[in-house]
């Protein structure tokens, strides 16, 4: 089987060009910044025809150059992408084989955002997929969906030939990396995991059973309705209890953010990162 050849990203702008990509592939695996996930493992699950698809900053999960066909999808910004911004193309892309890597695909979600050029990383062979408006008729309002659950989406509407897989999509946090309130983490688990039942894509190491569907045939005389608004219930107090400990913590470490506030200020310009 032929593949594409490293750099075929360059220029390419339009949902049939990427879905032409894509399709040349048996399995397209798409990698999560997540403490979770274990690169070697992944990469010997799965046959070279498989494409490995990153996102933005890598060195989340790469600490050593990555050998197999990869993508790297980087997320437009109101001020271009982050990893352009912060000036770490350089350390992203030397994570990537030059011989297997095809480039980046800078998508954006929303008008407000702004894509980058070829240029901007540095010469990187660059394509763009406008997915503004994408998700806007069901996302939840006042959210942003992330990149991976809306390139996930976007590839099983394309119907497309090869097996999609996703790994380390748990939306849970870790001591090294924060979970951005920005994005309805619930919805997008919810939405992931229904596509995982129905057979759209697969979430790697199989999502766990569901007990809350056993409680159907315990309650039989209950309809489906009212034990589904029952557990939102019980979900609603739960979470306003949370809420309420939550501010508890806030109001104790106040004096603790006022000192780190007050000494990232002091921070050395020298150390800082600037715009491009």
Same mark, same amino acid.
């Given at each position: 089987?032929? %593949? ?7 220029? &390419? ?7 032409? +990509? ?29 494409? %490995?698809?990153?996102?933005?900053? $890598? ?27 912060? =000036? ?5 892309? @030397?994570?990537?084989?030059? =011989? ?8 954006? #979600? ?11 990383? &540095? ?5 763009? &997929?406008?997915? /503004? ?8 309002? /006042? @959210? ?10 976007? +590839? ?9 897989? &996703? ?66 219930? $019980? +979900? ?9 400990? $939550? ?15 007050? #000494? ?5 310009? %020298? #150390? ?5």
């Amino acid at each position: 089987m032929d %593949f594409p050849a490293s750099g075929t990203t360059e220029n &390419l702008t339009t949902a049939e060009q990427w879905r032409a +990509l894509f399709s040349r592939y048996s399995h397209v695996i798409l990698v999560a910044n997540s403490d979770q996930v274990n690169v070697k493992e992944l990469q010997a699950e799965y046959p070279p025809t498989a494409l %490995f698809v990153f996102f933005n900053k $890598v060195y989340k999960v790469l600490d050593e150059q990555f050998s197999g066909r990869s993508l790297l999808i980087s997320r437009a910004q109101p001020g271009g992408a982050n990893i352009v911004y912060r =000036q770490e193309v350089a350390d992203v892309v @030397k994570l990537f084989a030059p =011989q297997a890597f095809l480039g980046i695909m800078n998508i954006r #979600l929303a008008a407000s955002e702004r894509l980058n050029t070829s240029s901007d990383y &540095l010469g990187t062979p660059t394509g763009h &997929l406008d997915l /503004a408006g994408f998700c806007a008729d069901f996302y939840p309002q /006042a @959210k942003v969906p992330t990149s991976g659950f809306a390139i996930a989406l976007w +590839l099983v509407d394309q119907a497309l030939p090869a097996k999609i897989i &996703l790994e380390g999509f748990s939306a849970q946090r870790s001591e090294k990396w924060r979970v951005v309130a920005v994005h309805d983490w619930t919805f997008e688990q919810v939405f992931l995991r229904l596509f995982e039942r129905v057979g759209k894509l697969t979430m790697r190491g199989g999502i766990a059973t569901n007990s809350y569907a056993s409680l159907a045939s315990r309650f039989p005389e209950l309809p489906a309705a009212e034990i589904s608004s029952t557990i939102a219930e $019980v +979900l609603s107090s739960r979470l306003n209890q949370t809420d309420a400990q $939550v501010d508890k913590l806030i109001s104790l470490t106040n004096v603790l953010r006022s000192t780190d506030e007050f #000494l990232r200020r002091l921070k050395p310009k %020298f #150390l800082k990162k600037t715009k491009a």
